[in-house]
């Protein structure tokens, strides 16, 4: 398993938290694995087997690229072999309007755009080893179709007070940061990420709460509930449980005992 980050130029900030690279090698029969829910919403690029996504007991197959949008329950996808992936992680606020696409709700979705004839290339990349080449042509394309992104001023402000504190906030409070009523806010947000800001903090806030039993499996439940902003402990655990369909005590059980069998690049890989 080989993880990498890299931050995108700084015209692209506000939408593009960053680019990354992973590699995995699955067993040479169809292998699933999970993908649990966290507060992006990411362009994926894949490259080597092919990749379907679990769907009613149904395997259905994806191209390259797709979107994978904010999700409210893990996603199972299935692959084999080797597996790799170039992701573009994007605020869910900004992924949209970044590509000039009409919002949608569905967290996995196949889309037409220009960025898909980038495949070939990237894929020539990825195949020869020049992952930082890969990086730098989704890079350039970015800034080439988006020199000067016009970004709705209440949806960066909101963007900024989520963000600084891992959406453990109210959402009249992120209205009041915009300088907006709660209703120019929700329907802004729902236009450009087709979910509304409660959505979108609170898959924030239980990424925060996994990333935090991932690298530290005996923390304080109850602790973590206060600093994060939840009414309580069982408040958390309902939450943990609604999007990853398991206990947050569950969860630490596994990783404390999978954190003995795999390597330190999956902490990359669940960190935010």
């Known amino acids: 398993m080989h993880h990498l980050e890299f931050e995108p130029p700084a015209p692209l900030q506000d939408a593009i938290k ?24 990411e362009i994926i690029f894949y490259f080597g087997s092919t990749c379907s996504i679990l769907q009613d007991a149904a395997a259905l197959p994806l191209p390259s690229p797709f979107i994978m949008g904010l999700l409210n329950r893990p ?3 299935i692959t084999k072999g080797r597996f ?9 606020w900004m992924v949209f309007d970044l590509l000039k696409l009409p919002s949608g709700k569905n967290g996995v979705q196949t889309f037409e755009h220009a960025i898909t004839k980038l495949q070939p290339a990237l894929q020539q990349c990825v195949e020869s080893g020049k992952t930082d080449d890969a990086i730098e042509l989704l890079r350039n394309y970015f800034l080439h179709e988006h020199p000067q992104l016009n970004t709705d001023k209440v949806l960066l402000k909101a963007g900024t007070a989520l963000n ?19 209703r ?15 959505d979108v903090s609170a898959l924030m806030r239980f990424e925060q709460v996994r990333n935090n039993l991932w690298l530290d499996p005996t923390l304080n439940l109850a602790g973590i509930a206060q600093e994060l902003g939840y009414t309580d402990q069982s408040h958390l655990s309902r ?32 960190q935010s």
């Open 184 to 198: 120019t806010l929700e329907r802004k947000f729902r236009q450009s990420s087709g979910h509304s800001v409660k």
């Open 239 to 270: 939450e943990f449980k609604r999007f990853s369909n398991t206990t947050p005590a569950a969860f630490a059980r596994k990783a404390k005992k999978d954190k003995l069998n795999i390597d330190a690049d999956f902490v990359a890989f669940v």
């Open 84 to 92: 790799e992936i170039i992701g573009v992680r994007c605020y869910p």
């Open 18 to 41: 960053c680019f990354w690279y992973h590699e995995t090698y699955y067993p040479e029969v169809d292998t699933e694995f999970e993908v649990v829910p966290d507060g992006y919403a």
């Open 75 to 77: 996603a199972h996808f």
């Open 164 to 182: 600084t504190i891992n959406g453990s906030i109210a959402v009249n409070k992120v209205a009041a940061a915009a300088h907006a009523t709660v």
